[in-house]
Every structure is written in C-alpha cells, then in structure tokens.
C-alpha cells in the first residue's frame, strides 16, 4: 500500500515525497556503508600484521583512498536510487478543471404492477439495470432519481457521482413504497422539482420514465407540458407486455404468496400501457421507446441526451506535482560508473632504466 505523501520545504519552496515508504531502504544503505567500511578496516589491520613495516614495498598500490572511493560512490548510488523510488516532487502547480454536462433525471415505476414477469427478470429489475447502463454510458453529466408509485419519491438529488446515484437506484424496491397504484403526474412533478433544484443555466434538461403504463390519476400530460415549457424534454420508456401478466405478492423474505386479485376474486392482469405512455412523451418533447428484454430503446435516450447542449456542471482547482525522480535516478547512475572506473589500487608507475 502507498503511504500518504510526506510534506516539506525546500529552499523555501512546497516539496514532497509521494511514496515515502521507500525511505527504508536507507536503512539498508546504512547498514551497507557499515559493512564496507569494517571490511577495508579489516583489510588494512591484515596487511599490517603481515608485512609489518615492510607494507609499502610488499603492497605500494594498496592504499586506503581508493577503496573507500569505490565503496562511498557505491553506497551513495544505493542512497540516490532510494530517494528515487519515493517520488521526490517539487513545484506545485495549480490547475483548473471544469466539467461540462446536463441534467437527467429517472423517474421509476416502483408500483406493484412493476413485479409482473413478462419481461426478465421482472419489468422493475429490467428497468433498474436500464438505468444502471446509461449511468455508465453517460458518465459526466448530473443524474437524479426518482421513485413512484401512487406518490413519488425523490431518491437520489442532482449528484454528478454515479457510484452515489447506483446505490441509491439499488435501494429502491416495490415493496418498500407506502401506497400502491400509479401516478405518471406526480412522478414528472417529482421530476421537475428536482430539476428545479439544479443550478439553473443554458444546459439540458431530459426526464426518463420508465414504467409499465397503467395511470392511475388524471394529470400526466399537463405535467409533461409544463416541464416542456420549463426546457425540459421527457423520454416515456414502456417496461412490459400488452398480453397481461399476473402481478406477484410477496412476503417479507421475498417468498411468493400468491397474486394480486380484484374484488370479485379474480385474478388481475396487468398490461402495458402505451397510449398513455406515448401522450407524455408528445406533451414533453421527446419520443416513447419501448424495451426488452434485449435492452432496446435506451440507446436512443443516450444519443439523445448526447446531442443536448451542454454547460458547466462543475469547476474545481486541481493541484500537481513535478516529479524529480528521473535527476536522482541519473546520478545514481553516475555514482555507479565512476564506482566501476575507479581502481581498487593505486596503478604502479613503470621505473626507468
């Protein structure tokens, strides 16, 4: 793991080791320079009691300097490539950064309805991993959430972090909505009030909803209008059949209890509503697709949403660092050659005759 970088001065100037762990390779460094330095310690006090004082005749070119120079250049380049492998930095730079997107917000059917199986795994699961596709394929524009059933929920705010935005969208459940039934008007109210929210500003608005159709309340299409009028252009996603699926009752740990029926006791079928669906994407603006189990439809939404223009989501200062490393590597090198050129005796001069 990459220790947090080490701060300091030099020369009065803002400094830094990114990778500071490294340093403890000095500790082996020194315990090196120590070693080297025993081992010529060593050797003098063994051409000592050897020769005695005939050592300089027995030995002329054995002197101490040379060694040592070799074994200090050596030394000195384990040192340099140390420090080197720490990343030293030096002058701050400060850069700005701006990011440019727009504003889309989901609003998703989380009515009871929405557990019908005519699509896999079931139309809400279908059309959760529909907007997991396009927070990835839409990456750096602002996303909001919203969840509906017979009231609507905001569940994720204008938020240009997609991991965030995910999480949220992974939270939400049929089950966990308070009252059943549908209202498309309340999910598109939901919608613009959380674009409301927004920084206002020349950029594009779009509101994708997805659902199965069945409105219960009136008002959907005035909603989508007044959210047209507000600059904002509205994608109607249908999730489902138009053959009728049985809706699914669970239980608490998921298991299932049966399926929704009427008050005469018979079963109740659920189909996809595209007439409705259809008159809130001509109200808003924008176009009704259709998906599948295939994934069709949303694609279009993208492109869409591509060709929207964009503004400012984001401004920030970003900070960066000139790395050092390569002028400490390189005289590491240098040490390492002139450790080599260096004889380990002194050479012997040739006598004249």
């Not at 380049?77 to 030096?90: E, G, I, N």
């Not at 020349?202 to 409105?215: C, H, I, N």
């Not at 079928?269 to 176009?287: F, I, T």
């Not at 984001?314 to 260096?342: I, K």
Request: proline share 5%; hydrophobic share 50%; glycine share 12%.
């Amino acid at each position: 793991m990459t220790g947090a970088p080490l701060e300091l001065r030099l020369l009065g100037a803002p400094a830094r080791l990114a990778e500071p762990r490294w340093l403890w390779l000095l500790l082996v460094v020194a315990a090196l320079a120590a070693l080297a330095a025993f081992s010529l310690r060593r050797r003098r006090a063994l051409l000592a009691r050897t020769a005695g004082g005939l050592a300089a005749r027995v030995a002329p070119g054995a002197g101490a300097a040379r060694p040592a120079l070799r074994a200090g250049l050596a030394v000195a380049a384990l040192a340099l490539l140390a420090v080197a492998l720490s990343r030293p930095q030096r002058g701050q730079r400060v850069e700005g950064a701006k990011r440019y997107g727009v504003d889309v917000v989901f609003a998703l059917d989380a009515s009871r309805s929405m557990r019908a199986r005519d699509v896999a795994p079931d139309r809400f699961g279908l059309a959760r991993l529909e907007v997991e596709a396009l927070l990835d394929r839409l990456a750096g524009n602002r996303f909001g959430i919203v969840t509906f059933a017979r009231s609507a929920f905001v569940q994720c705010p204008l938020t240009t972090d997609t991991a965030a935005a995910r999480l949220f969208l992974r939270a939400a459940s049929p089950e966990a909505m308070p009252d059943q039934g549908t209202s498309l008007e309340a999910a598109l109210s939901a919608a613009g009030e959380v674009l409301a929210a927004g920084e206002r500003g020349p950029r594009g608005r779009v509101v994708v909803l997805l659902s199965d159709g069945e409105d219960h309340e009136p008002g959907a299409a005035a909603a989508a209008r007044a959210l047209a009028d507000a600059g904002a252009r509205v994608f109607a996603v249908g999730i489902g059949g138009t053959s009728g699926e049985p809706i699914p009752l669970r239980g608490k740990g998921g298991a299932l209890d049966g399926y929704q029926r009427d008050g005469r006791g018979e079963l109740v079928l659920s189909r996809l509503g595209e007439a409705a669906l259809r008159e809130v994407a001509e109200s808003g603006g924008g176009a009704y697709l259709r998906a599948s189990d295939a994934g069709v439809g949303l694609p279009a939404v993208a492109a869409a949403v591509e060709r929207l223009e964009k503004a400012e989501l984001e401004s920030r200062v970003a900070v960066s660092w000139e790395e050092q490393g390569g002028w400490f590597a390189g005289a590491a090198f240098l040490c390492l050659l002139g450790a080599l050129l260096v004889p380990d005796v002194r050479p012997r001069r040739e006598e004249g005759p």
